[in-house]
């Protein structure tokens, strides 16, 4: 099961095939680097979260909602990851969208909604 809550607005029913990319990326400090044997002498400092989602077509109302929940300089997302629910602070500084003019009761969709989520 799909978990996506940004801002406390539910969208896990709006991702696309049911999932999305999830990655760990480790940080170090400057003073990482390899010696002169060539071994590696890591000073790690954190590791940080990116998730990539593309989403199902939306109406108008509900993918604005989404624009403005993904254009605050941070934000709260539930999701889950490999160790489980989590509930991480990330930000994003792209949202790609394309006007679809479909007749569905008069609404506006918007398709091709796709955005990355750096943890910060």
Not at 6 to 22: E, F, K, L, M, S
Not at 49 to 76: G, I, T, V
Not at 77 to 100: I, N, W
Request: net charge negative; aromatic share 10%; glycine share 6%.
């Amino acid at each position: 099961m799909t978990i996506l809550e940004i801002n406390g607005h539910d969208y896990a029913r709006w991702v696309a095939d049911g999932g999305y990319d999830w990655s760990r990326d480790d940080l170090d400090s400057e003073k990482t680097k390899r010696v002169k044997n060539g071994t590696m002498r890591r000073d790690k400092i954190t590791e940080k979260r990116n998730l990539s989602f593309a989403m199902l077509p939306m109406p108008e109302e509900l993918a604005a909602q989404l624009d403005s929940d993904l254009h605050a300089k941070q934000f709260s997302v539930r999701y889950h990851d490999l160790h489980g629910d989590q509930t991480r602070e990330f930000y994003c500084s792209k949202l790609p969208a394309k006007l679809r003019q479909v007749v569905d009761k008069g609404n506006l969709l918007w398709d091709g909604i796709s955005f990355s989520l750096h943890e910060i």
